[in-house]
């Protein structure tokens, strides 16, 4: 099982600043990788596939990046909606794996 | 639009099966996977396995294989999980969401199951 590892567990942003959010594979998943964001008692929305590509009506200020075993989710210019946790999620190997999440909160 | 309506919550005894529904709209069923997913009280996702709507293929997470089983009903536009044995630990919210190939943009809402005796 691969497994994902995030990091920070938590960050303290203040609105408008960016915030870079890490998640790591424990084997090479490619670019099959995916970011989603949750908000309590919602189901996670989907930001990112494919490493760096954004979904269908996300903004530009969310961007992903890396390949293989690294991943970083950049959100510049943060904004109130956004604080929120954070999923990476591999969907190179099964099982399909999750990350435990990085909180994004407000400072 | 794409829907996927997920069952009401639930409340079971250990030992007990629960059997969950996600009804699909907005799109042909029978087109894309439907992956379950669960998440326990401040806990991470974690991923339970998929079915083909179209096909009825399935494949489970190691983890639950056995005492997982997925279907799904056409005519219905619905996908089920069943998840036997149940244990205190299964006390989770439970996610269907469809595999669009390029991520899962489409979640249900969750239905919680609440196992206790």
């Known amino acids: 099982e691969v497994e994902m590892t995030q990091s920070p567990a938590t960050v303290s942003v203040s609105p408008g600043e960016r915030a870079t959010l890490s998640c790591r594979a424990s084997q090479r998943v490619n670019s099959n990788l995916a970011w989603y964001q949750q908000k309590p008692g919602q189901a996670p929305r989907l930001l990112i596939y494919g490493a760096s590509t954004r979904a269908t009506g996300i903004p530009a200020r969310f961007s992903g990046s890396g390949s293989g075993t690294e991943f970083t989710l950049t959100i510049s210019s943060l904004q109130s909606e956004d604080f929120a946790v954070y999923y990476c999620q591999q969907y190179n190997n099964w099982p399909e794996t999750f990350g435990q999440g990085t909180k994004l909160e407000i400072k | ?117």
């Open chain 2, 1 to 117: 639009q794409v829907q996927l309506v997920q069952s009401g919550a639930e409340m079971k005894k250990p030992g007990a099966s629960v059997k969950l529904s996600c009804k699909a709209s907005g799109y042909s069923f029978t087109d894309y996977d439907i992956h379950w997913v669960r998440q326990a009280p401040g806990q991470r996702l974690e991923w339970m396995g998929w079915i083909n709507a179209g096909n009825g293929d399935t494949k489970y997470s190691q983890k639950f294989q056995g005492r997982v089983t997925f279907s799904r009903d056409t005519s219905a536009n619905t996908a089920y999980m069943e998840l036997s044995s149940l244990r205190f630990e299964d006390t989770a919210l439970y996610f269907c969401a469809r595999d669009d190939s390029t991520g899962w943009s489409h979640w249900g809402r969750g239905t919680l199951v609440a196992v206790s005796s």
